[in-house]
Protein backbone atom coordinates (compact mmCIF):
# COMPACT_ATOMS: atom_id res chain seq x y z
CA UNK A 1 0.00 0.00 0.00
CA UNK A 2 1.14 3.56 -0.72
CA UNK A 3 -0.54 6.56 1.12
CA UNK A 4 -0.44 9.65 -0.39
CA UNK A 5 -1.32 12.70 0.76
CA UNK A 6 -1.70 16.39 -1.38
CA UNK A 7 -1.32 19.84 0.03
CA UNK A 8 -0.18 23.42 -1.13
CA UNK A 9 -3.82 23.98 -3.10
CA UNK A 10 -5.55 27.31 -2.44
CA UNK A 11 -7.30 30.48 -3.66
CA UNK A 12 -4.88 32.60 -6.43
CA UNK A 13 -5.83 35.09 -9.43
CA UNK A 14 -5.15 34.63 -12.72
CA UNK A 15 -1.46 34.93 -13.80
CA UNK A 16 -0.16 33.65 -10.64
CA UNK A 17 1.31 30.72 -9.24
CA UNK A 18 1.05 27.52 -6.83
CA UNK A 19 3.21 24.24 -5.70
CA UNK A 20 1.65 21.37 -5.03
CA UNK A 21 3.21 18.38 -2.60
CA UNK A 22 2.22 14.91 -2.88
CA UNK A 23 3.81 12.65 0.33
CA UNK A 24 3.76 9.39 -0.08
CA UNK A 25 4.24 6.87 2.49
CA UNK A 26 3.98 3.06 2.75
CA UNK A 27 6.05 1.01 -0.23
CA UNK A 28 9.24 1.92 -1.72
CA UNK A 29 8.08 5.83 -3.49
CA UNK A 30 10.74 5.55 -5.98
CA UNK A 31 9.58 2.31 -7.71
CA UNK A 32 6.46 4.72 -8.66
CA UNK A 33 5.81 6.08 -11.60
CA UNK A 34 3.62 9.28 -10.42
CA UNK A 35 0.88 11.48 -11.81
CA UNK A 36 -1.14 14.66 -10.97
CA UNK A 37 -5.12 14.66 -12.25
CA UNK A 38 -7.26 16.48 -11.80
CA UNK A 39 -11.02 17.29 -12.18
CA UNK A 40 -13.24 20.61 -12.05
CA UNK A 41 -17.10 20.26 -11.41
CA UNK A 42 -19.03 18.33 -13.42
CA UNK A 43 -16.77 17.55 -15.58
CA UNK A 44 -14.09 14.62 -16.63
CA UNK A 45 -11.00 13.31 -14.24
CA UNK A 46 -8.04 14.74 -16.70
CA UNK A 47 -4.89 13.44 -17.00
CA UNK A 48 -2.28 17.01 -15.96
CA UNK A 49 1.25 15.32 -15.60
CA UNK A 50 3.04 12.40 -15.05
CA UNK A 51 6.84 11.32 -14.09
CA UNK A 52 8.86 8.55 -14.13
CA UNK A 53 10.22 6.97 -11.29
CA UNK A 54 13.92 8.20 -11.78
CA UNK A 55 12.40 11.64 -12.70
CA UNK A 56 14.02 11.68 -16.40
CA UNK A 57 11.08 11.31 -18.09
CA UNK A 58 8.47 13.71 -18.00
CA UNK A 59 4.67 14.41 -19.72
CA UNK A 60 2.73 17.04 -19.55
CA UNK A 61 -1.46 17.89 -20.90
CA UNK A 62 -1.11 20.11 -23.40
CA UNK A 63 -3.00 22.80 -22.04
CA UNK A 64 -0.05 22.59 -18.87
CA UNK A 65 2.48 22.56 -20.85
CA UNK A 66 4.52 25.33 -21.12
CA UNK A 67 3.42 26.70 -17.44
CA UNK A 68 3.04 23.57 -15.31
CA UNK A 69 6.47 21.61 -13.77
CA UNK A 70 6.33 17.71 -12.33
CA UNK A 71 9.10 17.13 -10.19
CA UNK A 72 9.70 14.30 -7.52
CA UNK A 73 12.46 14.00 -4.30
CA UNK A 74 12.72 10.17 -3.88
CA UNK A 75 14.82 11.22 -0.91
CA UNK A 76 11.75 12.76 0.82
CA UNK A 77 9.18 11.15 -0.97
CA UNK A 78 7.50 13.77 -2.29
CA UNK A 79 6.34 14.79 -6.06
CA UNK A 80 5.79 18.64 -6.91
CA UNK A 81 3.63 20.23 -9.16
CA UNK A 82 5.10 23.84 -9.80
CA UNK A 83 1.76 25.81 -11.52
CA UNK A 84 2.64 29.03 -13.26
CA UNK A 85 0.95 31.61 -15.26
CA UNK A 86 -2.70 29.83 -13.86
CA UNK A 87 -5.96 30.11 -15.56
CA UNK A 88 -9.71 30.36 -14.12
CA UNK A 89 -9.90 26.95 -16.27
CA UNK A 90 -7.24 25.58 -14.30
CA UNK A 91 -9.74 25.38 -10.89
CA UNK A 92 -10.45 21.89 -10.24
CA UNK A 93 -9.16 19.69 -7.39
CA UNK A 94 -5.91 18.11 -8.23
CA UNK A 95 -4.67 14.27 -7.60
CA UNK A 96 -1.38 12.76 -7.19
CA UNK A 97 -1.56 9.15 -7.85
CA UNK A 98 1.09 6.45 -8.01
CA UNK A 99 1.66 3.43 -10.50
CA UNK A 100 3.84 0.47 -10.29
CA UNK A 101 4.38 0.78 -14.48
CA UNK A 102 5.99 3.81 -16.30
CA UNK A 103 4.64 7.63 -16.49
CA UNK A 104 0.88 7.50 -18.66
CA UNK A 105 -1.40 9.76 -19.12
CA UNK A 106 -4.25 6.82 -18.28
CA UNK A 107 -5.62 7.15 -14.90
CA UNK A 108 -6.27 3.68 -14.73
CA UNK A 109 -2.68 2.71 -14.91
CA UNK A 110 -2.46 3.86 -11.57
CA UNK A 111 -2.97 2.07 -8.26
CA UNK A 112 -2.98 4.64 -5.43
CA UNK A 113 -4.79 7.97 -5.06
CA UNK A 114 -4.71 10.78 -2.86
CA UNK A 115 -8.21 12.15 -1.45
CA UNK A 116 -6.93 15.32 -3.54
CA UNK A 117 -6.41 19.77 -2.83
CA UNK A 118 -8.65 22.54 -4.42
CA UNK A 119 -6.78 25.16 -6.70
CA UNK A 120 -9.08 28.23 -7.15
CA UNK A 121 -8.26 30.39 -9.60
CA UNK A 122 -9.92 33.94 -10.16
CA UNK A 123 -10.21 36.31 -12.53
Known amino acids: QVQLVESGGGLVQAGGSLRLSCAAS????????MGWFRQAPGKEREFVAAISWGGYTTYYAKSVNGRFTISRDNAKNTVYLQMNSLKPEDTAVYRC????????????????WGQGTQVTVSS
Open 26 to 33: GRTFSNYA
Open 97 to 112: AAGSGGPSSNAYDYDY
